[in-house]
Structures are given as C-alpha cells and as structure tokens.
C-alpha cells in the first residue's frame, strides 16, 4: 500500500515540476499573441495577458507598413521550391549510395560527411561573390540554391540512404527481373515505399529553409523580396526601435499556423527530426 | 585475353548493349549522384577551397581589387586585434554555459518522458514546441519580454520581490539571457535524441537490477547512464558546434551588444564580411571557425572509435 | 530450346572468388536443384543466371545465345525470391502484372494472362488484396504466379520454401513439382534442404566452396556419391564413415579397393546381429524413437559413433552390447582425399 502511495506522490511532484517548467516554453506563445493585439500605449503600461483594448488594427497594419503578403508567399514558395528539390536530389543521390557498388562512393561518402559538419558561416563569403558573379544578388535563387546543396541537403541525402539501405533487396531484384531500369526501379519501386521517409526529409527541408535567416540577411535588400523572419526582423521605427505590436502582431502571423500543424502532426514531426539527428 | 575479346563481340553480335553491364551500373551510380556532387563541388568545396585565397588577401571596396597580403589577416585576428579573443572568450562562455545546462535540461526531460504516463505526450509536445519555431521568433518575444522596464519577466519577479535587471543592456545578464533563452528554444531537440536512446534500452536490465535491489538513482548511475555514452557523446559534439553557429538569436535579441557583450564568433563571421566588408579578415575568421568544428568533429570520431574497442 | 549452358563461369566480389569456374549443362525442361552448406556459392551461381549480378569471367548461354552482357529482364528467366519480394504498394493483381506492364504488353493481353496465371494457381480471390493481407503460403504462390504470367524460358527458383512452415514446406514442394509437370519449362532451383533436392530434381548439382562437387540424378548421388562430402550431405540421418584401420574388422565380406582408407555406410544399410558373430561391435548410447523407426547412436569399440536405423521390433536398451551388420552391395570405399574408389 504505501510503495502505491510513495508512486503517486512521485509522479505527482514530478508532474507540478513538469508543469513549472513548461512555463517558459509555452508563456512566450501566449504573450507574443496577446502584444499582437495591444495598442502601443499598453505595449509599455502594465502589462497583463489579456489585452484591456483589443487593438485589430494592428494586423492590418502589418500589411501596409512593408509587402508583408507578399514576404508571406515568398516564404511559402521558396521553401515548396526547396523541399520538391531536396526531395528529388536527395533521394536519387541517397539511393545510389545505398544501393549501387560504386567506384569513388566511399570517398564521395566522406566529403559529405564533411559538408554536414562545417556550418555556413564557413563558406558563405565566398558564396556571396560566387551568387554575385552569377548576378543573383537580391533574387530568390541563393534561398533555393544554398540550402538544396548545403547541409541541410546532405543531412536529406543521408536520411534517404539510411532509408534504403534498410528497404528490402529483393524487392529491387523483382524490380529488375520486371525489366525496370534502375531510374525505373528508383521511381517505381523504392520511392512508392520510402513515403515515411519523404515524409520526415520534406518536413525538416521545409521547416529550414522558412526559418532560414543569415541567407536572406545577405543576399536580399528589396523590401517585396523578403522573407518571412527577414520581415519579422524589420518592423522598425525611424530610429531603429522595434514597433513591438506590429512586430508581435506579423510573428504571430507568421508563427502560429506552423504551430497549429505542429499540434495536429506533432508526432510526424517530432519523429522527423528524432530520425535526422539520430543519423547526425 | 583474345577469348574474352571475341567473346565481348560475340555479345555485341547478339544485341547486347554497347557497355558491359558493369559499366553501365557505374555510369547510372554517377548520374544519380550527379546533381548533388556538381552542387557539392559549387557550393561547398570550391567555396571552402576559396576561403584559404580570400584570408591571403585584403579586399579593396571601391575598386574590388584583391591584393595578396600573405598571412597578414591571421596576424591581425590572432595578435593585433583584441577584438578576436574578446569574441573566443564570449563564444567559450557561450557553449560552457548552453552545452551543460541543454544537456543536463534535456536528459532530465527524456527520463521523464520516456515512459508511458499521463500527460506524456502533452509535455513532449511543449517542450518541443520551440524547435520548430523561427529563431528570430523565438528572439524577437524574448526580447520583448527581457526589456528592463515592462517586461514581462521583471514583472513576474517582482511579484515575488526580486527586483530584475535591464536584462539585455547589460554585458553579463545578456549574455546569461541569451544562454538560457537558446537553451529554451533547442533543448527539446536533444530530448527527444534521448527519448529515442532510452527507449532503445531494454527494460530486462532494468528490471534485472531492480530485483537485485538496485536504487532508482543506482540503476540510472550504473545502467541507463553507460547505455547512454554514445547517445551522449554525438549529442555533445551536435551541441557544441551548434553553439558556436549561433547566429540569428544573437542578432535579433542584442545584436552581439552591449559593448560587445554577446559578441560570437559566428555573429564576428557576418560583421566583419558583410557590416563592415573585411573580407580577408572575415575569411581568416571562417577558416579558424572551420578548424574548431573540424577539431570537434575528429574528438567525437576518435572517441567514438575508442568506445567500440 | 531452352537449354542453359554455363562454360568455366567465375564470380568474384573484390579479391574473393566465390565462383571458382563452373562448367554445367542444363537441358530443355529439366528440374535442376542447385544443394550446398551456406556459403557454397549456389544462390550467387542462381543471381549470375538470372544477371542479377555481373558474370566475372566464363560464358553463360540460355537458348543458345550468349547473355554474359544481356541485362536481367532479356534473358527471357523469371525468378521465385526467398523473401517472395511482392511489392508492397501494389495489389496481387497488380503485382502480377507488373513486369508485363513494364514491358508494354497490352491491358487486354495484361489481364488476360494475369487471370490465366491466377486460375493454374487458385489466386482469383486474392487478387485484389495488398501482400501484408495473404498468408505465408499464399504470397508464395503469387509470387510463382508473377514469375509464370511472363511466360519464361526458364524459372529460377532462390530457397523458394524457406520461410515456410514445415507442413506447408511439404505442401509447396508438391505444387512445385506439379507446376514443373504441367509447364515443362527449365528450372533451376537453389536449396540448402537435400530432401527438398531428392524430391524435386531430375539432376541435382551440389555445390561446395564455388565448385561442383558433382552432378547427376538424385540416384546417382545417393547411391554412387562421388566424394566422402556428397556421401554425408546427401541422404539423412548422415552417412557413417569408418577408418579402414589395419585389422579393423569392417570388411564384412566384400573386396576392400587397395587405395581405401575409409568406408561408408549408410545408417539405414546397417543392421542389429548379435555381438558374437558381427564384425563391429558397440554399445548403444543413445536410442531416439521417432515412431516408424529408432535412430540408434552405436559407440563403437574403435571409438567412433555410428547411426543405425532400426525398424524392426523392439530397440536395444541404452548401454546394450550390439554387433552390426552391412550389407555388402551398400558400402563405399574413399581414398585419403576423400574421393570414392
């Protein structure tokens, strides 16, 4: 009777603890909605969680103070763009490491392993003059092009690896005694199986290149070509103070249908990243 | 070797393909790897090829002429300018405050996580919750939550007497704000990498050393921890270089401020080459930032070779 | 005409040769069952003739063409896989009419030969189910269905029954083997079972560090094996094989080849006398009762153990003294390599 009593109090005490701890983790959310809809004066009164005057305006004003819509779809369609990229280059590269006895594979195997280590901040100076050369300062292509061939394309490719290698051989061998190609049994026979794997790539791929940061930072300046935390970053007054409502009221924007996603495939997801630091 | 000519023709003579099959898989193994190893080649090893050229160099603005300095840039980062060790100095403090303090946080959370309770899932939820989030979200709440008047953590401690700093306007506090702030946003990435190792321990040698009558704290001292070691290891190696990547969190909430407080080394990468357009300099910076996490990444292969011995 | 020919075929994997020139004919419409320990080199002999694999030296001839550099899938074979392989995404039905849709074979002539393969193998029901709904037994038959719907010169079968349980393994063979009546097409059929192998072949290879240890009908090998390994790999329980010790009364009457150094003799050609009158002599030291017969394991006075099948009448107790005897017509002489004089 008492060892039951002595479990209780324990998962008790460990759930009040749980629950004190979450309170950094969750009360920035709550907060960062509810100065969406202060006015600028309650912004720096007394603050409480509920706003005294729900001030809508302010979610209106995100969208005339800079292109914020069109920041958005930016955002939106540059990262589509990488992750059906990521996808495709990933995933054949990733099947002919795991399936193919190639000459020069163990040595292409290593360089990668070298391109997940080293961070961009490496090698981003001589990228900058390398997209200036190729006269895409200020455009999208940079967005697309560092993240699809950087680490976090390296990071895809060895996920779809890890992912093939353990896929069934024989299944390829039917594959091929069909008469399938290896582009055809690639595409017919370990892509329509590897869904779990897609699935995991196509949301980290995602999820980085709409957080990314210090690419947009360097290559764009036009306003309507900036992406979302680019945005974020730039709702300033003339002398360089945050207008903090705004500022809230766009992160929320931009923050909370991801986090609704999350809510909904937090499983799919939280897997997703388990999987890719797992293979790290 | 003249059978196995005349045998080639003969093949050829059947309708075979041109290319032995051999041939062929080798050919197709190149074009799937094709994109990905020409983006390799632009992107990542020219470019990390180029750094060793940029950091001889020092770059003239207006009229974008490179001249050869030969060393010069490293004798200024190392010797001449205070700035660089200032900024190893805050980028050390950096990690040996967020690596112990994430890993700590993270493995306290996967053990209690990792078994089936009430409440399981919503906490795994939270706790996770900031990682998929921007960074410069993450910064720009807390920054509007750490200001020194109004802001929402001083009136939190206020309320139970503690008068709270100007959190970020003053060297030390930053930088802690920063710390633990980072540690908030990442630590539940590091937990569910134990969640996953925990429950890829058996529970037969748990319950083989709780009849035996070991503790809770024996059984986690002399079990779960060792069967933890190269879970541990690889998350200490990831975390590390993470923490000396730190860049977007930096530059929303203090801007590597005040007075350089918060200065890291990659945030010193950005400034240098792109603020105040150093290039030479700031290549010299990335190729000792590419040494470092080399350095790391060789600790962690040679400890882990060790360990399988 | 579809005779297989292989001529001094090689395989190796880096510096390992695993298939050490193998020279073999296989004719039109014959059931060839490919038998070794694991390791001996027969599934990979099976994967160079399918071309699932490349042929590192030798020639390979299906129909009297050349094939060294043909791919897989125009060698005119099909193959049964160890684990069925069956495309997980993918119905029976499609499953089974994958490769000829690959091929560009007509939707009408698709479905047609599709329903053919399902009616020979009883499948109608399942055709529109996924594989992870079917039994072990019946993936095993679609994955035959899939290799007969492509019509094949020659089937090959990879350890087709090993995931099988035991009665459904015998259920199988029989189906097999009917198949085989029915089609009359060439297979080959790799197996590590020789019960499997002396039921279903018309030759049987086996197969022994990449090498041929010898060919011939199941007949052939067990009644004139080749080599002391053929000799205890065909035939179960094992074949006992005895030193011809100087004064080692083992003859039992029959002429001893003067380059002999061994005898073997097959459990079931032995018989209980009595000890006075037997030329070996033993105490039994172990007795396992199967039903139709006990296996007797005999610890000679020599010092080797011998297996004897005993079927008539009750078995000797454990630790009895008995004699046995051979008959004549069943032993078999080797010499010091282990070669059959």
Request: glycine share 8%; net charge neutral.
């Amino acid at each position: 009777m008492t060892a039951r009593r002595t479990e209780i109090l324990y998962r008790i005490c460990w759930t009040v603890a749980l629950l004190l701890l979450a309170v950094p983790f969750v009360f920035p959310f709550l907060w960062m909605i509810s100065g969406g809809f202060k006015s600028t004066t309650e912004i720096f009164g007394t603050p409480t969680l509920i706003p005294r005057i729900w001030r809508f305006e302010n979610f209106v004003e995100v969208f005339t103070y800079q292109p914020f819509a069109r920041q958005y779809f930016n955002s939106l369609y540059i990262a589509a763009t990488v992750t059906v990229l990521t996808l495709f280059i990933a995933s054949l590269a990733g099947y002919a490491l795991a399936r193919i006895r190639f000459a020069g594979a163990g040595l292409l195997m290593l360089f990668l392993v070298m391109a997940l280590m080293v961070p961009e901040e490496v090698t981003i100076i001589p990228n900058f003059f390398l997209i200036r050369a190729m006269g895409l300062i200020d455009t999208h292509w940079p967005l697309v092009l560092l993240p699809v061939f950087g680490p976090q394309g390296v990071v895809a490719t060895f996920l779809m690896r890890q992912f093939f290698l353990a896929l069934p051989k024989e299944l390829e061998d039917a594959g091929k005694m069909d008469g399938l190609s290896r582009f055809g049994v690639w595409l017919k026979i370990a892509l329509p199986m590897s869904r779990p794997a897609l699935a995991a790539v196509a949301i980290i791929t995602f999820l980085h290149s709409w957080n990314l940061f210090l690419e947009p930072l360097i290559f764009l300046s036009s306003l309507e070509k900036f992406t979302l935390p680019l945005a974020l970053s730039n709702f300033n007054d003339s002398y360089g103070l945050p207008l903090w409502n705004l500022q809230l009221a766009a992160t929320s924007l931009a923050v909370v249908p991801i986090l609704i996603i999350y809510l909904i495939a937090q499983r799919q997801i939280i897997e997703s990243f388990a999987l890719s630091g797992v293979k790290g | 070797m003249a059978g196995k000519a005349f045998r080639d023709n003969a093949a050829r003579a059947a309708g075979a393909p041109w290319l032995t099959l051999k041939t062929r898989e080798m050919l197709e193994a190149w074009l799937f790897v094709s994109p990905t190893l020409i983006g390799f080649l632009i992107f990542f090893l020219g470019p990390l090829v180029a750094i060793f050229y940029y950091s001889t160099t020092e770059w003239n603005l207006l009229s974008q002429q490179a001249t050869f300095v030969g060393l010069r840039n490293f004798h200024n980062v190392l010797l001449e300018n205070p700035d660089f060790w200032h900024v190893v100095r805050n980028s050390v403090i950096f990690a040996l405050g967020l690596v112990p303090l994430n890993m700590a946080l993270a493995l306290s959370l996967a053990l209690a996580l990792s078994r089936p309770f009430f409440g399981v899932v919503f906490f795994r939820t939270v706790f996770f919750a900031p990682v998929v989030t921007s960074a410069i979200a993450w910064a720009i709440v807390w920054k509007f939550m750490l200001q020194g008047e109004g802001g929402a953590v001083n009136q939190m401690l206020a309320w139970i007497g503690i008068n709270g700093p100007n959190w970020l306007r003053e060297p030390n506090w930053a930088m802690a704000a920063v710390i633990v702030t980072r540690v908030i946003k990442m630590v539940g990435l590091n937990m569910i990498l134990y969640i996953a190792a925990l429950q890829s321990i058996p529970r037969d040698y748990e319950e083989a050393a709780t009849l035996e009558g070991a503790s809770r704290w024996q059984v986690f001292r002399m079990i779960t921890w060792p069967l933890l070691a190269p879970t541990t290891l690889v998350i200490m190696v990831l975390t590390t270089i993470g923490s000396f990547k730190v860049f977007d969190h930096i530059y929303q909430m203090t801007g590597g401020g005040p007075e350089n407080g918060t200065l890291v080394l990659a945030f010193y990468i950005y400034q240098q080459g792109f603020k105040f357009f150093n290039v030479g300099y700031a290549a010299a910076l990335a190729l000792i930032m590419f040494v470092i996490v080399m350095a790391l990444t060789l600790v962690q292969v040679m400890l882990r070779r060790r360990d399988m011995e | 005409m579809t005779k297989v020919l292989l001529k001094d075929i090689r395989k190796n994997f880096g510096t390992v040769e695993v298939i050490r020139g193998v020279d073999l004919e296989i004719e039109d419409g014959e059931f060839v069952v490919f038998v070794g320990p694991s390791g001996c080199g027969k599934s990979t002999l099976l994967r160079l003739i399918s071309g699932l694999e490349h042929i590192s030296d030798g020639e390979l001839h299906i129909g009297g063409r050349l094939v060294n550099e043909v791919p897989a899938a125009r060698r005119g074979v099909a193959m049964v896989f160890q684990s069925y392989a069956l495309y997980p995404h993918l119905t029976v039905r499609d499953n089974m009419g994958f490769g000829l849709k690959v091929r560009k074979v007509p939707a009408s002539e698709r479905a047609r030969r599709v329903s053919e393969a399902a009616a020979t193998l009883k499948l109608e029901p399942l055709l529109d189910r996924f594989p992870r709904q079917l039994s072990g037994g019946q993936r095993q038959r679609v994955a035959i269905g899939r290799a007969i719907v492509g019509n094949p010169d020659v089937f090959l079968f990879d350890e087709p029954l090993s995931n099988l349980d035991a009665e459904l393994r015998v259920h199988m063979r029989s189906e097999i083997a009917a198949l085989h009546q029915r089609l009359s097409t060439t297979m080959i059929y790799v197996t590590h079972d020789q019960i499997e192998a002396m039921t279903l072949a018309d030759k049987i290879v086996v197969l022994r560090d990449g090498r041929i240890e010898q060919v011939g009908s199941p007949r052939d090998l067990y009644d004139s094996p080749r080599t002391i390994f053929v000799a205890q790999f065909i035939g179960s329980p094992k074949m006992n094989i005895l030193p011809l010790a100087d004064g080692q009364p083992i003859a039992l009457g029959a002429s001893v080849p003067a380059t002999a150094t061994s005898v073997g003799i097959r459990p079931e050609h032995l018989s209980l006398g009595q000890p006075s009158n037997s030329t070996l002599r033993g105490k039994v030291g172990l007795a396992e009762y199967t039903g139709a017969v006990t296996l007797l394991h005999v610890a000679l006075d020599g010092g080797q153990t011998c297996l004897v099948i005993h079927n008539q009448g009750p078995a000797p107790e454990t630790g009895a003294e008995v004699g046995l005897r051979a008959e004549p017509g069943h032993l078999h002489f080797f010499d010091k390599e282990g070669r059959a004089v």
